[in-house]
């Protein structure tokens, strides 16, 4: 009898409780999404010479925030900052070139991938690299936090011998490259391609492929908030299935288009 008369205070409570809006209501309702993008990235996000921010990261932010039917606020975030500033409610969603490791996914929820990248070695000339094992022994770096720069920091521990050395940022990396004090480093072929042909980092070369693996990259958002995981998830499966992801594509990278999905698995 007590736990009826428990089990229907209870009910009778629940049914009183206001409901809950959960992040997607939020953005919708506060007619803006906030997207944490990394503007030192391209050609995924960088500044045009108006100072406005471009880049397929910008794109597929903007057209998020259409689909949502709200404005788009894109706040600029460097590689280190980008999970803290949704922590710390700054942003709503990361639109940020961010691996979907299985240890950033502890923290936050991370859609299926809407990017993959690949990996290449860029050397400053001096050096005489011209592949992947000629690194061995030399001095090393990349922006911190990143997937390359993990994998990297690690193969430099496998070998033995040389240095790694970590940055805030992607120019930060070049800067360093081309000014000698990086004998090389790794990162994704879109942003090695970029920044040797922006002419801004003289010395340096693209001189081949790194053994990683592909860099699936997803977006993020607070982990409890189901629903605006959904959304995004279903939103990604149509920028696909619509034409808009290759448009994208072909529009700031050029080439072939990656393939999203993993073989013998789902997305």
């Given at each position: 009898m007590k736990t009826a008369v428990t089990a229907g205070l209870f009910a009778a409570t629940c049914l009183t409780l206001p409901a809950h809006a959960d992040a997607l209501d939020d953005i919708i309702s506060s007619g803006t999404l906030r997207c944490a993008v990394?503007?030192?990235?391209p050609p995924m996000g960088s500044r045009d010479e108006s100072n406005t921010p471009i880049g397929f990261d910008v794109d597929y932010?903007?057209?998020l925030a259409a689909a949502l039917g709200v404005e788009a606020e894109i706040v600029e975030t460097p590689f280190p900052e980008r999970i803290p500033a949704l922590m710390s409610g700054r942003v709503d969603v990361g639109v940020a070139s961010t691996s979907d490791t299985l240890e950033r996914a502890k923290t936050v929820g991370m859609t299926i991938p809407y990017f993959a990248f690949q990996m290449a070695v860029t050397a400053n000339d001096a050096?005489?690299?011209?592949?992947?094992?000629?690194?061995?022994g030399k001095t090393v770096g990349a922006t911190a936090g990143t997937y390359e720069a993990i994998a990297l920091e690690a193969q430099v521990q496998e070998w033995g011998?040389?240095?790694?050395?970590?940055?805030?940022?992607?120019?930060?990396?070049f800067?360093?490259?081309?000014?000698?004090?990086?004998?090389?480093?790794?990162?994704?072929?879109?942003?090695?391609?970029?920044n040797v042909?922006?002419?801004?980092?003289?010395?340096?070369?693209?001189?081949?492929?790194?053994?990683?693996d592909t860099d699936y990259v997803a977006l993020f958002a607070m982990r409890e908030e189901y629903g605006l995981l959904n959304f995004l998830n279903l939103f990604i499966n149509q920028q696909v299935r619509t034409g808009r992801y290759a448009e994208l594509y072909e529009k700031w990278v050029g080439g072939d288009l990656?393939?999203?999905?993993?073989?013998?698995?789902?997305?």
């Open positions: 990394v503007l030192d990235f932010c903007n057209d050096s005489g690299i011209k592949s992947f094992e000629d690194m061995k011998e040389g240095t790694f050395r970590p940055y805030q940022t992607q120019a930060d990396v800067l360093a490259l081309s000014q000698g004090q990086l004998d090389a480093t790794v990162s994704t072929s879109t942003v090695a391609q970029a042909k922006t002419g801004n980092f003289p010395g340096i070369s693209v001189v081949g492929q790194a053994p990683f990656p393939d999203l999905t993993v073989g013998g698995t789902y997305r």
